[in-house]
């Protein structure tokens, strides 16, 4: 066993046992579980959980003791027999071992056995842990829904249990969790996961906790309300039958407008609803009909009486736009002027005839002057335009300049077109357009301008980037050793630089630097070449050196020795330089002819030399062979040293023949490359997957950190989801595995320290709890209002589900009380609603009466009494307690709709008699305006009807001052005496006949009308 970073010893992995097992297997000759091995004498020896009878296997498996951990693991891996593989399974008591076997296993048979005894082990340690991170790891690997139903009756702890839950699935499981005295949370959360029907009603039955028999008992009334509900063609055939019965009672309605858009409305809906062909919607088409017939015979009433007022109304406002329209022509230069003013010329003409009465003289003056200023304004626009062509006929050479690249011509053009341009002071014309083309061809000439001084800027930096780049490489090949071979770009590059000449103003002298370059480079040519004659002569003595040692070999009678030093001397002859040119042939015929002597002697020792090469080529072939049968391996260490070793083994072998060696040198060397890149990719592959490792645990820690900083109470399922996914996350490298594992470990005691730290203030805030129930439940009388109380109530359980933990020696006693409390009050609410239930039905007998009334009163005619009948209704219905459950969204919804619409048509009644108060008001003024224009006196203003609809507007009035102007145009005093007192006469009737105004202007009207009326008598 090795020790993990966490502290704890874990069992070597699987591998290490399958190389032990293959080891035994091959020192004593052991064959696979039950068969038969050739080697009958070492079967003798076997042991019996190796026997070929499973029984015999099974019996060794459970009794024998000195069967250790690995030999399990195989026979729980690999027995043919499933009762002797579990047996096997039950004695490992490593669940981490087991998880590795369950993960190798191929047989998804012994993948489950492997799983239920992790699952078994899980179940002990979840139920003798004693911190609650313990329990939560154990409870997170176990996967059989048995055992967490087992975990949630006998776990102590609260918290456990509630997870346990959570996990639970099977329905059977979570009916029989309910029954268990497992705690309120649990029973509550396993109710919520139940959906069948049938067992909902017996943990409604059997239930320990009275809070989830309430709660299966509401989901069960939830499920046979779904299933009570009224079927949609139920709903739709009542709806059409509402939608006829409102469409008749619409017929008799006094608002016929209304009546019409709000039965073309029930139309609309019917039409959506009905089948097709149903008789119901011909009826609804007629009640449409009738009420659209009512209408128009309405509006045909009251059309005839409109048209002629409005048409004389048309005319005069039309009369007093066409001065203006005249006036606005004048300063029009579009051309069409003429045309428009002739139409209006005829316009005028046709509009005084049609006219009861002709206009007053204002009218006439103000349309005289108008023509006269079109007139005047014609001759004006006809000289300012012809000083404007002109402009723009200068204006128009001036692109062509551009186009050419004449610069200079065209802002000798621009300036005199400006000149005159400014001594240009039309009246009428706009100047906008001469002024938009002057500003365009300016701008035009300043971007060419631009255009030409940046070409030329972008050439003299390109010329200078190009001289200082020469000069860099001149200052590189400076650098050079290879002097003479740097001879030939200088020489390009002092043509290159005698090329560029244009150069911006602004730009730096390069020429000193230039020619600094140059005088240093001729330096160094000419060091250089003495330094090569120099060489020359050096190397002359070193190889008439070696023509004498050469020559000195022909006394030498060791013809190894003999070969080696020819060897030795050529390679140095090689190393040497040239020599002098008159010198150079001369030495080398001296130094060939000295070896070729020698190699002639040296022949029988070459034909020795050339069978070793072969010996050696053959055991370099061997060498290759052995490196490519192994390049692919994956068996890192063991090929690493076998290849060491042929590298060794090739460096040790002596010379092969030169054209063959290097052959079979390239695929040795490309076999034991490939391994040891493949080796390599292997290694950087696993210390990349550490350091992602590393990498994601240190991300686990700043979160751990971060939740411990700013601790709550949320955090402790985040606290575990952390804790999870570090058991997910692979090992880091050794180095840095522990150091990160002591801080996430730190992290986390850190917050679970501050969570202890809070037990004594939890409890207090759930003694505060207890304490306000106490004080609810106190305070309940027969009139309080035990639904709001519920909601307290409730609202005081989900705070308490909200607080952590309290002292252990206290979490029974408070829990105790507090659910005591709430079951006192809840039995109290319970007794309440019992009674509700039981007035249920008189209660929905009254609501349907009132429905009933409504309904009558809505087809009646609207008054006061019914106005005051509905609102007494609205308040008993409130009073009232529900009804039936299936019934009371409907009828409330029903009450609403008809409400509503009562109230809906009143305010539309209201605003039609509104309406008809608003014209007797008009009708009034017409009247006092017209005693006020027969008493010869200004209009007095009456009130809010100035500013508010209902008064006259300014054709109105104008309309009617002409009319009084009429009755008195006579030129006998006598007969405008007469007129005046008919009209007086008149007016006095009319007044009698019209009815009510709104009532803030009935004082103020009838005041103005007593005044008008004395005034007019006075003057007749």
Known sequence: MTESAHGRFTHRPLAYYNLLHCWLANSFKLTPYGTHSHMAFFNLFKPKWQHSDPRVRLKAVTEALDIDTPTLAQIA?????????????????????????????????????LTARIDTLQLNELLTATDIPAKQNALAIITKEALLAQIVEEETEAEIRLAATDRLTDQELLAAVTRKNCGKAPALLAVEKITDESLLRQVAANATSRSARARAQQKIDEI????????????????????????????????????????????????????KG?????????????????????????????????????????????????????????GEEESRFSQLLHEWSTLVDSLEVSPAVDFLKCFTEACETFSRSRTLVAHESAEEAHLLQALAAIPSFLDADDLEHALDSLSEAQRAFYGWQPQIVDRQKVTERLNLLRDQHQAAVAQREEARSKVQQENLSKKQALLREMDALLSTEEIKQAEQRIKEIKDGWRKIVDLPMDAEDLQPRYASACRLFAEKLAVARKEETWQRWQNKNLKELLVGQAEALDELTDLHQAFKQIKELQEKWKAIGPAPAKEENPLWRRFQQATERNF????????????????????????RDLAVECQESTDWQKNTDHIKDLQAKWKAAGRAPREKEQEIFQSFRAACDHF?????????????????????????????????????????????????????IGQASRSQEEAVWQRFRAAANRYYEWLDSLRPENLARKEALCTAI???????????????????????????????????????????????????????????????DRQRPENQAKKEAFLARIKELSVAAISRESVKEIIAIQEAWHLLGPGHKEKERSLQSGFKTLCDSFFKERREALQEIDNIHQENLKRKETLCLRLEILAGISPQPTGPSQTKKGGLTLAEQLKVAFETNFVLSADDARDKRKRAKEEIESVKMEWQQIGNVPREHEHGIRKRYSAALDGALKVT
């Not at 579990?86 to 296993?105: F, G, K």
């Not at 659209?292 to 009433?301: L, V, Y």
């Not at 639904?787 to 952590?804: H, L, N, P």
């Open 774 to 836: 106490e004080e609810l439940t106190a305070a309940i009388t027969p009139t309080t209002d035990l639904a709001q109380t519920a909601k307290k109530v409730v609202a005081m359980q989900r705070q308490w589900r909200e607080i952590g933990p309290v002292p252990q020696e206290q979490q029974d006693h408070i829990w105790e009380r507090f659910k005591g409390l709430c079951d006192t009050f809840f039995a109290l609410k319970k007794k309440d609603d019992d009674e509700i």
């Open 278 to 334: 149903d008789q119901r919607v011909d009826d609804m088409e007629q009640y449409c009909t009738l009420l659209q017939t009512k209408q128009q015979e309405e509006e045909a009433r009251s059309e005839a009486e409109r048209n002629a007022k409005r048409l004389q109304e048309q005319h005069l406002s039309r009369l007093k736009e066409i001065p203006p329209e005249i006036n606005a022509l004048s300063k029009g230069v579009t």
């Open 676 to 728: 040891f890149e493949r080796r390599k990719a292997h290694y950087a592959a696993l210390d990349q997957e550490r350091q992602a490792n590393f990498a994601l645990k240190e991300e686990l820690c700043v979160q751990a950190e971060a939740l411990a900083d700013q601790p709550d109470l949320t955090h402790k399922l985040k606290f575990q989801e952390l804790q999870a996914t570090w058991k997910s």
């Open 77 to 113: 891996t690999s027995d043919d027999d499933a009762t002797v593989r579990q047996a096997a399974a039950n004695r490992i008591n490593d669940w981490h071992l087991l998880v590795e076997l369950s993960s190798a296993a191929g047989d998804p048979a012994i993948s489950r056995e």
């Open 224 to 275: 046979e309300e779904e299933r009570n509900r009224p079927t949609p063609e139920a709903l739709r055939e009542m709806e059409i039958t509402d939608l006829t019965t409102k469409a008749s009672n619409l017929c008799v309605s006094s608002n016929i407008m209304l009546a019409l858009g709000e039965c073309r409305s029930l139309q609309k809906r019917l039409l959506e609803i009905a089948d």
């Open 600 to 623: 002639a002697r040296c022949r029988i020792h070459f034909q020795e030399l050339d069978e070793e090469a072969e010996r050696n080529l053959q055991e370099k072939i061997h060498l």
